[in-house]
């Protein structure tokens, strides 16, 4: 005699009206569970329960930028990986930018660091004749970010 864990939603998932238990639907249902359970853990990510607001660990895809500037106003324009070939956005979720500029290349020194947002048209007001250059990072969930990506520099 073995014991099993039980499943309690598999099992009543898988008894019919009469109460009998349908083995192949059961035992089909834990595959697929199973199967999830790999591709979470693959994707570095737990059970995505609202409930428990688990958090996503892993980074988006990288998303794409343009930076134009003239007359004392630059534009940081991100186009989404959902919208590039290739790329996607796998985990179907909202991707946040985080938009750091400075005239110091290293990002050292005055470094301005505007608040993580989902939006991708960032219009800047920067002082005329100078050069800057824009830093930009991705997240899921505004805590894990991607490696920056600097553009620049940016003639004002």
């Known amino acids: 005699m073995t014991i099993r864990r039980p499943q309690a939603t598999f099992d009543a998932a898988a008894t019919d009206q009469m109460g009998k238990l349908n083995q192949d639907l059961q035992q089909a249902l834990i595959n697929t569970d199973s199967r999830i359970q790999v591709i979470e853990r693959g994707l570095g990510i737990g059970g995505l329960d609202p409930d428990k607001q688990s958090k996503i660990a892993v980074v988006p895809p990288r998303a794409d930028i ?10 940081v324009s991100i186009t989404n990986p959902e919208f590039i070939r290739g790329r996607g956005n796998p985990l179907r979720t909202p991707i946040y930018h985080r938009l750091r500029y400075s005239v110091d290349p290293t990002f050292r020194n005055g470094v301005k660091t505007l608040p993580p947002s989902v939006q991708t048209h960032w219009p800047l007001q920067l002082p005329v004749g100078q050069k800057f250059f824009i830093q930009v990072q991705h997240s899921y969930d505004a805590v894990n970010w991607t490696l920056p990506v600097v553009k620049g520099p940016v003639a004002t």
């Open 66 to 75: 343009a930076v134009t500037g003239a007359s004392g106003q630059a534009t």
